[in-house]
């Protein structure tokens, strides 16, 4: 009896230990006014695995982000999904941005999109819809922090409530 207590809570401690482990699906976003480029610049993160999953999901394409295996067919699918799930609306109206490029930190691919030719003086109000991943992952969480002419705006954006809004 002595020893199988001891053996019994090797087994039944590594159960209730991860038995509350979840992954989490949660994105980054910041945007920004450039008074030098005279343009919205927006940079969002993204964890790079849910990415190729939605890629593969989605589209079919078994999308190799982050890897040596990394085509432009790759770039071209993420750059597709970012513009049907990722909205930039300026003074109420539809924006399009330019999807300048991404790039790789850690287990993170970083996307950069900037929406050029924005006065700052016409400038009223900047919306975001971001919906990225919200088609597989019901939880997911994208946050996006606004900053513009000294206002700054934060939101947690899911599934329900994919849209924050700036006014100036």
């Known amino acids: 009896m002595k020893i199988f207590k001891p ?13 509350g482990a979840h ?12 008074e030098k480029d005279e343009a919205v ?30 085509t432009a067919i790759d770039k071209e699918f993420l750059e597709k999904y970012l513009r049907t799930k990722f909205l930039v609306e300026i003074n109420g109206k539809t924006a399009k941005y330019d999807f300048i490029g991404h790039k790789y ?9 900037e929406v050029p030719n924005v006065s700052l003086n016409t400038l009223k109000q900047i919306g975001i819809t971001n919906e990225v991943l919200t088609d597989i992952y019901d939880d997911q969480q994208n ?17 329900s409530s994919p849209k924050g809004m700036l006014n100036l």
């Open 143 to 159: 946050v996006v922090h606004m900053k513009i002419d000294g206002q700054k705006k934060s939101y947690v954006l899911i599934k």
């Open 23 to 34: 992954k989490f699906y949660i994105s980054v976003t910041n945007v920004d006014y450039s």
């Open 105 to 113: 930190d850690s287990d993170m691919v970083i996307c950069y999109l």
């Open 41 to 70: 610049q927006i940079i969002t993160r993204v964890f790079i695995d849910d990415m190729n999953t939605v890629l593969k999901e989605r589209y079919g394409y078994p999308a190799v982000l982050g890897t040596d295996k990394e």
């Open 7 to 19: 053996v019994l809570l090797l087994f039944i401690l590594p159960i209730f230990a991860f038995a």
